[in-house]
């Protein structure tokens, strides 16, 4: 089990955040609360970036620090990246009531 760090604050979040770069095939514990998560990473995860801590089905909203902060554009698996590629933001659009 490799170390590396990443940001988990609350136990309904859909993504984490990667504390450094990631490397692909390696797995990460994240942690919050009461609840924790293997997960293994699939692509590079660059530091700031997120990654998904459980399978997200595309239409899901996907949470953050306990907010919602997009939806999922097509479904997406447990350790894959979590960015514009595949998330649509719901925040400040004006067009859609979070």
Request: hydrophobic share 45%; proline share 3%; charged share 30%.
């Amino acid at each position: 089990m490799s170390e590396y760090k990443t940001l988990f604050l609350n136990e309904k979040d859909s993504v984490a955040v990667a504390l450094s770069d990631i490397p692909a095939e390696v797995e990460v514990v994240v942690k919050a609360d009461s609840k924790e998560f293997r997960v293994k990473i699939l692509e590079p995860i660059l530091f700031g970036h997120k990654f998904a801590i459980r399978a997200i089905s595309q239409g899901e909203d996907i949470l953050k620090y306990g907010e919602v902060i997009g939806a999922a554009v097509v479904p997406i698996d447990v350790g894959e990246h979590v960015h514009v590629h595949n998330l649509e933001g719901k925040r400040g659009r004006g067009d859609k009531v979070v």
